[in-house]
């Protein structure tokens, strides 16, 4: 049974991560875990 969905930024299977900002659920690798935003979001953090 799958618990993550896709990624809202990449598409691809494994999101684990929600944005605190826009509470997208993303990928590792479309998340800045030092700051909890998704890649979208960093710039404007």
């Excluded at 990928?27 to 979001?41: A, L, P, Q, S």
Aim: charged share 20%; aromatic share 8%.
């Amino acid at each position: 049974m799958e618990i993550s969905g896709l990624c809202n930024i990449c598409g691809k299977p494994g999101a684990l991560f929600t944005c605190i900002l826009c509470g997208k659920l993303v990928c590792r690798n479309c998340f800045d875990i030092k700051h909890n935003v998704c890649g979208k979001c960093h710039f404007k953090y």
